[in-house]
């Protein structure tokens, strides 16, 4: 199995830019989370789908982040407009629903907002 | 309060020594917990878990969960530079729904 696959890996924007984020899950996995890590907050978790229905995005910055899941093997992150405070890296991560949530996270995504 | 607190370190052990990682939690945690460890520039992986009161082991490590006093640790044994990395408690939000959440981490350096 591939993993969980990211893209890209890195992006750099200039502030007012949208900015689209890709998250590939394993196969089978029927959740997926989006986390934003950083120094100073660490892991936060933004939003989660469970069988591609968003479960609770209370994690989401503002209005300016929208994520979605049009299929099981496929979700986005975008961040329209966005500002250099959005710089982190972003995580995906998959997992197989009940099973105490043993996550498998993507690579990452270095996000830097100039 | 955070829901998972960590020191952030750095915790330096010499190679061969115990290394030992703490974490306590909140009321809004529920009892399943999680040890991630993180390299420099790369994800976190599942290392650990434990569900119920008391020791788990595996190879070097053992994780220890003490629910009255809201606490968690991981003890590494024999500890090698390889294990220099960060690593994340998490622990399940209650109420329902599978919402993982981490503390800060806690850099660990074993040196030689």
């Known amino acids: 199995d591939a993993g969980v696959i990211q893209s890209p890996r890195h992006e750099v924007t200039e502030m007012g830019q949208e900015v689209t984020l890709r998250c590939k899950p394993i196969?089978?996995?029927?959740?997926l989370f989006w986390y934003r890590q950083t120094m100073m907050r660490g892991l936060e978790l933004l939003i989660y789908f469970n069988n591609n229905v968003p479960i609770d995005d209370s994690g989401m910055p503002e209005d300016r982040f929208s994520a979605k899941m049009p299929n099981a093997s496929f979700s986005t992150l975008k961040i329209q407009p966005s500002e250099p405070r959005d710089s982190a890296v972003y995580f995906c991560?998959?997992?197989?629903?009940?099973?105490?949530?043993?996550?498998?996270f993507g690579s990452g995504t270095q996000l830097s907002v100039l | 309060q955070k829901e998972v607190e960590q020191n952030s370190g750095p915790l330096s052990v010499p190679e061969g020594a115990i290394a030992s990682l703490n974490c306590t939690y909140s009321d809004r945690v529920s009892q399943s917990f999680f040890w991630y460890r993180q390299y420099s520039g790369k994800s976190p992986e599942l290392i650990m878990s434990i569900y119920s009161n008391g020791d788990k082991e595996d190879g070097r490590f053992t994780a220890q969960l003490n629910k009255a006093s809201q606490y968690v640790s991981l003890l590494i044994r024999d500890s090698q530079p390889s294990d220099s990395a960060t690593y994340l408690c998490a622990g399940l939000l209650t109420g329902g729904g599978n919402k993982l959440t981490f503390g800060t981490g806690t850099q660990l350096k074993v040196e030689l």
């Open positions: 991560a998959s997992s197989i629903r009940g099973t105490n949530e043993k996550l498998f």
């Open positions: 196969s089978g996995h029927n959740s």
